[in-house]
């Protein structure tokens, strides 16, 4: 397997992960009414930023979920997706750095929730 190298393998990984999440019956009611044609492009931008350098990216990805009512077991959850997909997928460094970058982001949600509560 080869390790994330182009924004079609960014593209490949945002897909499939996000087609299980919708499959998935704990995350799928935050998901099922999002527009996928705007959101999946902007996650694509979002990964391709963060793991290709690709600049241009400036929303704030934390502010984004703060109204959404999550809980651990969400985060867990779609963490565990989230490294399912990437493992499946693809092998290397900057699929660990997906991997570290997204659970940074699950714990400065989840941390920023529990201070604004």
Partial sequence: M????????IELFVNTF???VLTNK????????LDFEKHL??????????????????TNVTDKHMNIPLKKEH??????????????????EKVESAKQHAAIIGWT?????????
């Fill in 109 to 117: 949600i989840e941390s920023k929730m529990k201070t604004s509560h």
């Fill in 75 to 92: 985060f867990e959850t779609w963490l565990t997706l989230f490294h399912e997909t990437l493992d499946e997928l693809f092998k290397g």
């Fill in 41 to 58: 492009p902007k996650m694509i931008h979002f990964w391709s930023f963060v793991l290709l350098d690709e600049p241009g990216y400036s």
């Fill in 26 to 33: 704990l995350l799928a009611p935050f998901f099922i009414h």
């Fill in 2 to 9: 080869l390790d994330i190298q182009t924004k079609t393998d």
């Fill in 18 to 20: 996000y087609n299980k």
